[in-house]
């Protein structure tokens, strides 16, 4: 089965520039998360949708940052304008969340490492 | 933030060892997981535990769920090169849909 596919898996950009990381999420899973790892903070969650609708956006740092979800196999993460701050790595979870107490279990993407110079 | 406690921050041991590692938190968890990053990858899902006091295993792994519902344990039995990686708890309180991920446990093994 495939995983949590996220692209792209490395990105460089320069500060002021736009920023678009894409998840595709297990097939059948309804709920997805966006988390955002670096060495001083570990993994935060920025934002979760279920069924395709933003539940919690506590976690976004800023306006800067907005995230959608138009369908159940495709969710983008968008950075408008990057600043270096952001550099970090990027992971989109998915979890089956109608299947009981396994409803839980988030399923990690490989990851997209953001450089922001 | 952070609100779960995870030691050591690092364990260096020979191939062969047992490893023991622990989440603690003040705040009570309905549900833990643990999880296993290579690097440059994502979390990899290793044991998920649903009750107090569970003890559930999944190869040479052992996770149980504290009885105060504010605790886990992680141990690897026969540790293997293979095994180094950081490995992260995350605990889901009673409401809401989000987990909060412990600091992690760099794991290195010795051959």
Known sequence: DAGVIQSPRHEVTEMGQEVTLRCKPISGHNSLFWYRQTMMRGLELLIYFNNNVPIDDSGMPEDRFSAKMPNASFSTLKIQPSEPRDSAVYFCASSPRDRGRHSYEQYFGPGTRLTVT | ?111
């Open chain 2, 1 to 111: 933030g952070q609100q779960l406690n995870q030691s050591p921050q690092s364990m260096f041991i020979q191939e062969g060892e047992d490893v023991s590692m622990n989440c603690t938190s003040s705040s009570i968890f309905n549900t833990w997981l643990w999880y296993k990053q290579d690097p440059g990858e994502g979390p990899v899902l290793l044991i998920a535990l649903y009750k107090a006091g569970e003890l559930t295993s999944n190869g040479r792994l052992t996770a149980q769920f504290g009885i105060t519902r504010k605790d886990s344990f992680l141990n690897i039995s026969a540790s293997i090169p293979s095994d180094v990686g950081i490995y992260f708890c995350a605990g889901l309180k009673n409401t809401g849909n989000q987990f909060y991920f412990g600091t992690g446990t760099s794991l290195t093994v010795i051959p």
